[in-house]
């Protein structure tokens, strides 16, 4: 039996024509928060509502994370705080950089990034890529330069362990906040390895890319299951809710209504997940 049930489309956001929708997060109320990366824009839309733009046109937002002061910290060309008044602040840029793809945050309310050094959707040749932590007291660590394609971030029960997730080897990585070493966790079965979350068995769940299939690993590496997603390329997801039970999934395109192009599914899930914690930047 899956550990995820009642999956359905979010009927709102399907009914709305998206692109390649990632950075899906939960906010107060119940309101789900995500990207259209090529479309570009950040939406959130209530459970009973229609979505609204919380900021127009942005493109390459593969991360959203919270932060400590209200609003949402956001990837792309650089990383910026949209406050809850809909104002920007650069956070962090580099000039080597072609930008950042997905984020993560530790309990101390750290930033993690992964940093694209290369332009894969433009044909060039992969170049390594860095996972940064950016402090928030101050400062930036790299954690690990052996991923090509950074993409999803998350972090172990013991608020220690990162994972980290490489599309261009279809690998997740595992390092930890000292960056000592890097190692490989787990190998995709099918697909690639996409956005990730982390559940509170320390579970790790990997959205498969073109495997139109998110997976769940246990703590050890192993694999302990797939569960189809009705889309062929499935981009990312997280937990929340009360319980941490809900599961919120981006898509880049869609089965039910092809038309409409990528869409938000949600589900629920048998373990809670853990809390993605706000980032004091």
Same mark, same amino acid.
């Given at each position: ?15 709305? %024509? ?12 119940? !309101?789900? @928060?995500?990207?259209? @990366?090529? +479309? ?6 209530? %459970?009973?509502?229609?979505?609204? /733009? ?42 080597? $950089? ?20 290369? *332009?894969?959707?433009? &044909? /060039?040749?992969?170049?390594?890529? *860095? ?14 330069? *052996? ?7 998350? @972090? +172990?029960?013991? &608020? ?23 190692? /490989?966790? $787990?190998?995709?079965? /099918? ?8 559940? +509170? ?7 498969? &890319? ?14 302990? !299951?797939?569960?189809?997603? %009705?889309? *062929? ?25 092809? !038309? ?22």
């Amino acid at each position: 039996m899956s550990l995820l049930s009642d999956l359905a489309p979010v009927g709102a956001v399907l009914a709305r %024509p998206h692109g390649l929708l990632e950075g899906p997060c939960f906010a107060a109320g119940g !309101e789900m @928060v995500y990207s259209d @990366v090529i +479309a570009g824009g950040v939406f959130s839309c209530a %459970p009973d509502g229609e979505p609204r /733009e919380l900021l127009p046109k942005r493109r390459g937002i593969g991360g959203i994370v919270p932060h400590a002061d209200g609003g949402w910290v956001l990837s792309g060309k650089s990383i910026v705080h949209l406050g809850a008044d809909g104002a920007q602040r650069e956070l962090f840029a580099e000039a080597d $950089a072609c930008g950042f793809n997905d984020l993560g945050s530790t309990p101390a309310g750290d930033l993690l990034a992964g940093e694209l050094r290369y *332009r894969p959707l433009a &044909g /060039e040749a992969p170049r390594a890529g *860095r996972l940064l932590l950016l402090a928030a007291g101050g400062g930036v660590r790299v954690l690990s330069e *052996r991923v090509i394609w950074p993409n999803g971030i998350g @972090v +172990a029960p013991d &608020g220690h362990t990162v994972y980290l997730s490489d599309y261009a080897n279809r690998h997740v990585l595992v390092t930890d906040l000292d960056g000592v070493q890097t190692r /490989e966790f $787990a190998r995709m079965p /099918e697909g690639s390895a996409d956005g990730l979350a982390v559940d +509170a068995e320390g579970g790790v769940w990997v959205a498969l &890319g073109e495997g139109g299939a998110l997976a769940r690993f246990h703590a050890d590496g192993t694999l302990d !299951e797939v569960t189809a997603v %009705p889309a *062929r390329f499935v981009s990312s997801l997280c937990f929340g809710g009360p319980d941490m039970r809900e599961v919120l999934i981006t898509t880049a395109d869609n089965l039910l209504e092809p !038309e409409r192009g990528g869409t938000l599914l949600r589900a629920r899930s048998e373990v809670p997940g853990l809390p993605v914690y706000p980032v004091a930047l």
